[in-house]
T-cell receptor, first 114, second 113 residues
């Protein structure tokens, strides 16, 4: 158990809908990262937050957004969902925002868009 | 940005044999190289990492080597056991910019009892 929690574990929704994925980092970790894992794209970095502020953006679509709250949990919002958004979404956390810091992953949320 | 390539994509070994997975990276500024093990239905689990100031690191049956000149690093698992069966991912992170990881495409390791 990495100490990172994610809810829900599974999510099934229809195209055009909006969903929110939630992540709680390990105790003491200030950085949260979101990754998408799909069969054709592998594990791809979406976005990073550090202590409530956006720190880095990767291959995140404009339909997707995230935020980190004062209690350090984070939410990833996915809107206008398309079939291609079906994937595993992982949250990871690390102590700081400095490069070369260990990242610990949560169990993931499996999103299925029908 | 960084590009990480990983080989092989699948690997089958007999229990007790060794397994080697290799990765190359493109960005010479990368200086942190973790390896993750992902079991079915679970998130990636950090199993070992290496930083660019060392060439080799070992933890029991697992070792990682790094060749900065050639920009490649490898995972070595000795005395493999059936519970080592999983998908293994290498990753790289740059010393500049964000701390996000760039992942390889994964190696599915099967240890045959």
């Amino acid at each position: 158990d990495s100490g990172v929690t994610q809810t829900p574990k599974h999510l099934i929704t229809a195209t055009g809908q909006r969903v929110t994925l939630r992540c709680s980092p390990r105790s003491g970790d200030l950085s949260v990262y979101w990754y998408q894992q799909s069969l054709d794209q592998g594990l791809q970095f979406l976005i990073q937050y550090y202590n409530g502020e956006e720190r880095a953006k990767g291959n995140i679509l404009e339909r997707f957004s995230a935020q980190q709250f004062p209690d350090l949990h984070s939410e990833l919002n996915l809107s206008s969902l398309e079939l291609g958004d079906s994937a595993l979404y992982f949250c990871a956390s690390s102590e700081g925002d400095r490069p070369r810091g260990e990242q610990y992953f949560g169990p993931g949320t499996r999103l299925t868009v029908t | 940005g960084e590009n990480v390539e990983q080989h092989p994509s699948t690997l089958s070994v007999q229990e007790g044999d060794s397994a080697v997975i290799k990765c190359t990276y493109s960005d010479s500024a990368s200086n942190y190289f973790p390896w993750y093990k992902q079991e079915l239905g679970k998130g990636p689990q950090l199993i070992i990492d290496i930083r660019s100031n060392v060439g080799e690191k070992k933890d029991q049956r697992i070792a990682v080597t790094l060749n900065k000149t050639a920009k490649h690093f490898s995972l070595h698992i000795t005395e493999t056991q059936p519970e080592d069966s999983a998908v293994y991912f290498c990753a790289a992170s740059s010393r500049t910019g964000a701390n996000n990881l760039f992942f390889g495409t994964g190696t599915r390791l099967t240890v045959i009892p």
